[in-house]
């Protein structure tokens, strides 16, 4: 990424892309956080070296997906519990058009086709409710009730009148033809499941590495930035001021609808991106992910990671999914509800939030030219 | 003519079934501005209690509901104790550390969400580890009534008198009886009531109480005719939440309303095209209802009224 040259103050290339990232919206604008930063991603590129990459990956896909509730709900107000609609309908997509079109052209735009299937599905909810006057919570319940349709609608159709083209929806059996994931047209494409690389690498070896881990690595710490940049721009300042008060941006002459609605969007295509990989890395979807549990898991990672915090929801997806498939069995439900509650009860603005605040306490007053903030590695290297 | 007695008895069913589900539920969200995702384990809690009165210690149908409600009205007050006013916490927190840990729950709608619905994943997996994945139910009680070639079950004739008893008993409550006066005064404006020497904090508690009593009826009630699963709470939160949604602000007049008019439309969207459809339409009512009228049906009633009285 261009970002990675942290400088010392003058109006350096760096410092102004540098710039763009950073404001009071998202924590860590120091050099010390982006040296963390750094470490972070060098530390998620070498991570097959030692884990489970084509686990892992899983775990990168759904941070996309809470990424969207973040930018929808932390950073503009609107918690809907309707991510994993627009997630279920980017995947189906996927699913859909690769099916009857399992060119390696085809493929790719079956990806365009999620995503988009995601965004269009976030403006046809979101224009019915925003445009409607529907506000506040009222929101929370229509996207909870969108979740509980489509579940309904999905698990009925196993017959063979729900084939869209050569694709059966496949009721509660889910869609298992998927094709594996190619991206580019013809020749010039490339697969990215099951397609392990052989590298050498010092130290370790030849070592195949899995291109759909790097793939989704490359798209969430893109989308990370992405996220960083919108929310300290201009516009997310006043989606910021919509979540603090409405009316009153309203009143400055904001068009407070158009806001919520255009975040709201965005954040549909990005759960339908997340959607899409999901289906591509399992080669398969089902109605669970219209399930109220699931539905309920991305709300879980933004609360306990902080919904303020774009990489608060990054850290909590990765580590609460970590436990949640590490633990299995009976009781990783009553620990993930355990966390939960503890966390909305005592730290409501959410882990990653409080531990920078600790951070920041805990340290000297900076006595330096390096501005107002500490260098703070702590909430960096956790992931 | 029997399609129509069909028709009659299914809506009585769907009427039942949404008003019983959401009673408890708007209470607790009408006043004290909490949501309680955990709703359908409090139904889960009055079925089990009911079960496993009747099943183990032999009781009679009617005395193990009585247990069922009251067991769930006490866990009421735990969970309203220790979670949404944070009070226990709280106290801990002043005995160790001199100050308070926890904010009360009260108005933070999307926070008491989030909490209850942890609140509702410990409990159903509490509930699956404690007692396995199903325990033995007690048999339907009335047996059946035949009319032309159908028949049908009594007691779910019964459930309909019993939601239409409970409406007025809860009317009653609230109009009628002086913690019912002190708790609409809260409703109102929180800070006077307090002023004027009401304990609101009491009547936060009662309240909850009250609503995880009637959770706990309804799951007393219909524990005889429900296969007792952990997840047994899931078929009742939905129904509950678009009810309450769509009735609005006015706690028994909405619930009454939109119980009437949702179970209608599931009765007819059920009679003519099957369940699915009827939960579809169901559903999709609750959708355009709230799209026009974001307030719910009282909300709109009274916006309405003082349109009237602005007129005159």
Redesign the interface.
């Known amino acids: 990424m261009a970002t990675d040259a942290p400088t010392d103050g003058g109006q350096s290339l760096a410092a102004r892309v540098r710039a763009r990232f950073e404001g009071p919206n998202t924590i860590g604008n120091s050099n010390g956080f982006w040296v963390g930063f750094l470490v972070a991603v060098a530390a998620l590129v070498a991570f097959p070296l030692v884990g489970n990459a084509e686990q892992f990956s899983l775990f990168l896909v759904l941070s996309l997906l809470g990424l969207s509730l973040s930018v929808v709900?932390g950073y503009t107000g609107v918690?809907s519990f309707g991510q994993v609609v627009f997630f279920g309908l980017g995947g189906y997509t996927f699913a859909v058009v690769s099916i009857n079109f399992a060119t390696p052209g085809g493929i790719t735009a079956a990806v365009l086709a999620g995503v988009v299937g995601g965004g269009l599905g976030a403006a046809v909810l979101g224009y019915?409710?925003f445009y409607?006057?529907?506000?506040?919570?009222?929101v929370?319940?229509?996207t909870?009730?969108?979740t509980?349709?489509l579940h309904?609608?999905m698990a009925?159709t196993a017959g063979s009148e729900w084939t869209i083209g050569e694709a059966a929806l496949g009721g509660f059996n889910g869609m298992p033809d998927i094709p594996l994931l190619k991206l580019g047209v013809g020749a010039a494409s490339f697969q990215f499941m099951y397609n392990a690389i052989p590298v050498w690498v010092p130290g370790f070896g030849t070592v195949e590495l899995d291109p759909f881990y790097y793939l989704a690595l490359v798209l969430l710490v893109g989308t990370y930035l992405g996220l960083r940049a919108l929310v300290n721009s201009d516009y997310g300042r006043a989606m910021v001021a919509v979540r603090e008060d409405e009316d009153r941006t309203r009143m400055f002459g904001y068009n407070v609808k158009r806001i919520k609605l255009v975040v709201f969007i965005l954040g549909g295509a990005l759960a339908g991106l997340s959607g899409v990989l999901y289906a591509a890395r399992n080669v398969f979807i089902d109605p669970t992910v219209f399930t109220?549990l699931f539905a309920?898991l991305p709300?879980?990672w933004v609360?306990v990671g902080g919904r303020k915090s774009l990489l608060g929801a990054i850290i909590a997806t990765i580590a609460i999914e970590y436990i949640r498939v590490t633990l299995g069995g009976?009781?990783a439900?009553?620990m993930?509800?355990?966390?939960?509650?503890?966390t909305?009860?005592?730290l409501?603005n959410g882990i990653v939030p409080w531990v920078h605040r600790l951070a920041r306490q805990n340290r000297p007053a900076p006595a330096d030219a390096e501005g107002p903030e500490t260098p703070d590695p702590t909430e960096a290297s956790e992931s | 003519m029997v399609n129509g007695i069909n028709l009659a008895l299914q809506f009585l069913d769907s009427f039942a079934f949404i008003v019983l589900a959401a009673a408890g539920l708007a209470i607790i969200f009408g006043i004290m501005g909490v949501?309680n995702l955990a709703h359908g384990e409090f139904i889960l809690v009055g079925a089990y209690a009911t079960t496993l009165s009747a099943t183990k210690l032999g009781l009679p149908l009617a005395a193990a509901m009585l247990v069922g409600t009251l067991v769930t009205a006490a866990f009421g007050v735990v969970v309203e104790r220790f979670?949404i006013s944070?009070a226990v916490?709280n106290w801990i927190g002043q005995e160790t550390v001199g100050r308070n840990?926890?904010?009360p729950?009260y108005d933070r709608?999307?926070?008491s969400?989030?909490?209850t619905?942890?609140?509702?994943?410990?409990?159903?997996?509490?509930a699956?580890?404690v007692f396995g994945n199903s325990i033995d139910t007690v048999g339907t009680p009335f047996g059946n009534i035949a009319y032309g070639a159908f028949s049908y079950s009594t007691y779910r004739i019964v459930l309909s008198g019993v939601s239409i008893a409970l409406l007025v008993g809860v009317y009653y409550i609230f109009t009628k009886t002086e913690y019912g006066m002190t708790a609409r005064a809260t409703i109102q404006d929180e800070e006077t009531a307090r002023a004027l020497g009401v304990d609101t904090e009491r009547i936060y508690m009662a309240t909850f109480a009250i609503g995880s009593g009637l959770a706990g009826l309804t799951g007393a009630l219909f524990a005889p005719t429900l296969s007792m699963q952990p997840t047994l709470g899931?078929q009742f939160?939905?129904e509950a939440?678009?009810a309450v949604?769509v009735g609005g602000p006015s706690v028994v007049l909405g619930t009454a309303l939109s119980g009437g008019v949702l179970g209608a439309i599931q009765a007819v969207f059920t009679n003519l095209y099957g369940t699915?459809f009827g939960?579809?339409a169901l559903?999709?009512a609750?959708?355009v209802a709230?799209?026009?009228l974001?307030d719910g049906i009282t909300g709109f009633i009274e916006a309405v009224q003082s349109r009237r009285q602005e007129g005159q």
């Open positions: 709900w918690l019915f409710m409607g006057g529907v506000r506040d919570v009222y929370t319940i229509i909870l009730v969108a509980m349709v309904t609608f009925q109220l309920t709300v879980i609360s009976e009781l439900l009553v993930l509800g355990a966390l939960l509650l503890g909305i009860l005592f409501p | 949501i979670i944070g916490p840990l926890v904010e729950l709608l999307a926070d969400m989030v909490a619905f942890g609140l509702s994943l410990i409990m159903v997996q509490g699956r580890v899931d939160l939905v939440f678009v949604v699915f939960r579809i559903l999709a609750a959708m709230l799209r026009f974001p």
